[in-house]
């Protein structure tokens, strides 16, 4: 879990994996497959508001990629200051039992 932290992009999760859609207009829209049809595919655009949605007609599409980028932003750890950074690691270390011997250092 921390090494996906660090490195969000190295190993992606099918779960997590977007959807690039390169139009024919030259424009691009990423996201998650919401809903599919024989006609469009509906794009929830933010993974935090699933109500943020596109809806692409299926003619408009010039390509579709799955992509190599995670939505976790690279170097997130870096804005942690160290106490947090050791927080982070008891909780993971403990998987939040807060009696764990790590959340009494």
């Known amino acids: 879990m921390l090494e996906s932290i660090m490195e969000p ?4 999760s099918e779960q997590y994996l977007t959807t690039v859609f ?3 207009d030259g424009t691009a829209t990423s996201g998650r497959i919401g809903q599919e049809n024989d006609e469009t595919v509906v794009v929830i655009t933010n993974p ?5 949605t596109k809806t692409i007609s299926k003619t408009d599409i010039k390509s579709r990629d799955l992509s ?4 976790m932003p690279p170097g997130l750890l870096s804005t942690f200051k160290e ?12 998987m939040g039992d807060e009696k764990h011997p790590d959340f009494t250092k």
């Not at 992009?9 to 992606?12: D, H, P």
């Open 68 to 71: 190599k980028v995670s939505l």
């Open 83 to 94: 106490d947090e950074i050791l927080d982070l690691l008891a909780y993971l270390e403990s």
């Open 9 to 12: 992009s190295k190993v992606l």
């Open 48 to 52: 935090f508001d699933p109500t943020a």
């Open 22 to 24: 390169t139009l024919k």
